[in-house]
C-alpha cells in the first residue's frame, strides 16, 4: 500500500505523531510505500527521514499563550488560495507515486487533493468533537472556541474518517470516528537513570520546559526566566525559537533526537496542554504542569481531561507557584498516573484503522 502524509507545520506535535504513525505503517508490510508533505517545522522534521515534499499551510507567529482570531488572519489571508495551489502542486509531483491513501491532520490540502485524484482521505488529529460537546453542554465557551471547533468538524465532515487518539478512550466507534490509544514514538531501550544521567552530563535531575516548535511558549519561557534563580533546580528548555539564554539554572536546547533521555531523569515537565508532551509525560509517569493555550479547542479538553491528575496552570505569571505545587505534590501525581496504565499503541491501532477504511469503507 502507498500513503501520503500530509503534516501541518506549526510545532513539531503532530509531526513527531505522523512519524510514529509512519513507522508502524511501514513495519505493517516490506511493501508499504510512503511520501511526506509538510511545510515550516514538518518539512524540515522529516525531509532526511522520507521522501518529502514542501507545501505551504498555516503560519502562527502568537508570542503570548493566546489564540489570536485577528492575527491569524492577517498571516493566513491568503490559506485558501494556498491550499488549493499545495493541492494542485502535489498532484503534478506524485509522478510515479500514486498513493492508495491519504493521510492528514487538519490540513484542507489533503481533502483537496483526495477529490483531485480519487482516493480517500483519513485525518489523524486530536480534537475530539464529542468530548467537546459534552464539555460545553457544562461549561461557557468563548465563541473564538466555538468556532474553531466548528472548523475542525467542518474538515472532519468532509474526510472519509476520522481516527482520533484519546487519552482516555471512553467513547464508541462510530460509522464516522475511530478512537485509538495516545501516539507516540516507540522508546528506544534505554539504560538506568544513573547512567542517563552521566551520559547527558547532568549533576541533579532537571526540570523540563517542552514547548514544541510553535511560539506560543515564549509566555512560558519569560515568566520562567524572572523566577528559576530562586529554585535550587535546573531547568532545561526544549522547542519553539528563542535567542541565547544565558542564565545559572536554565539551559535552551531547541531540539534533540535523544529527548526521551532528558525526560526520563527529570523531576517534572512544564508544557503547554498538547496531546503528545502530555501522553509522554504520563508514559514516563513524570509530574507536570500544563498551560493551555487559550482559546485553543484541543488543549482545552486536553487540559480538562487531565485536570485531576497534574497541575493545569492558569496563567504563566503563575509560574513560580504552580513549579512549587508540582514539586510538593509530585508523590501523589505519580501515583495518579500510575493508576492510569496509559498504553501507547494508538499508531499500530492507526494503521489497523486504515487497513479497514481502505478493504471495507
Avoid at 523540563?208 to 534563580?229: Q, T
Avoid at 535546573?234 to 542564565?247: A, L, M, N, V
Avoid at 487531565?306 to 501525581?333: A, E, F, H, Q
Amino acid at each position: 500500500m502507498r500513503a501520503l502524509f500530509l503534516v501541518t507545520g506549526v510545532g513539531y506535535g503532530d509531526a513527531t505523531r505522523e512519524h510514529a504513525d509512519i513507522v508502524a505503517f511501514l513495519k505493517k508490510s516490506k511493501k508499504n510505500k510512503v511520501l511526506v508533505a509538510g511545510y515550516d517545522n514538518s518539512y524540515e522534521y522529516f525531509k532526511n527521514k522520507f521522501p518529502t515534499v514542501r507545501i505551504s499551510g498555516y503560519k502562527m507567529h502568537e508570542r503570548n499563550l493566546k489564540f489570536q482570531i485577528l492575527s491569524f488572519l492577517a498571516n493566513n489571508y491568503n490559506l485558501p488560495f494556498s491550499w488549493v495551489s499545495s493541492a494542485l502542486k502535489l498532484r503534478d509531483k506524485l509522478g510515479r507515486f500514486k498513493p492508495d491513501v491519504i493521510i492528514s491532520d487538519f490540513e484542507p490540502t489533503g481533502i483537496l487533493l483526495s477529490r483531485l485524484i480519487n482516493r480517500k482521505c483519513i485525518i489523524i488529529f486530536g480534537y475530539d468533537p464529542i468530548r467537546f460537546k459534552n464539555y460545553s453542554s457544562k461549561n461557557k465557551v468563548s465563541l473564538k472556541v466555538y468556532f474553531e471547533a466548528k472548523y475542525f468538524e467542518s474538515i472532519y465532515n468532509m474526510a472519509d474518517k476520522v481516527i482520533i487518539p484519546s487519552l482516555f478512550k471512553d467513547h464508541k466507534k462510530t460509522d464516522k470516528y475511530i478512537y485509538v490509544n495516545p501516539i507516540m514514538r516507540e522508546p528506544k531501550k534505554q539504560p538506568n537513570e544513573k547512567i542517563l544521567m552521566k551520559k547527558l552530563g547532568l549533576e541533579k535531575k532537571p526540570v523540563i520546559v517542552m514547548l514544541g516548535g510553535s511560539d506560543f511558549g515564549h509566555a512560558i519561557v519569560n515568566e520562567l526566566l524572572k523566577v528559576a534563580h530562586e529554585f535550587d533546580e535546573q531547568f532545561i528548555i526544549f522547542g519553539s525559537r528563542f535567542g541565547i539564554i544565558k542564565t545559572r539554572n536554565v539551559e535552551y536546547i531547541p531540539f534533540t533526537n535523544n529527548f526521551y533521555d532528558y525526560l526520563k531523569v527529570s523531576k517534572g515537565v512544564i508544557t503547554l496542554a498538547g496531546q503528545l508532551t502530555l501522553t509522554e509525560c504520563l508514559f514516563y509517569r513524570k509530574p507536570f504542569i500544563a498551560y493551555p493555550i487559550k482559546d485553543h479547542v484541543e488543549q482545552l479538553l486536553n487540559a480538562e481531561s487531565l485536570k485531576n491528575v497534574g497541575i493545569i496552570g492558569t496563567s504563566p505569571r503563575n509560574i513560580k507557584k504552580d513549579i512549587k505545587k508540582m514539586l510538593k505534590d509530585s508523590k501523589r501525581i505519580i501515583k495518579v498516573i500510575k493508576k492510569l496504565n496509559i498504553k501507547i499503541n494508538g499508531a499500530s491501532q492507526v494503521v489497523d484503522a486504515v487497513y479497514d477504511t481502505i478493504k471495507n469503507g
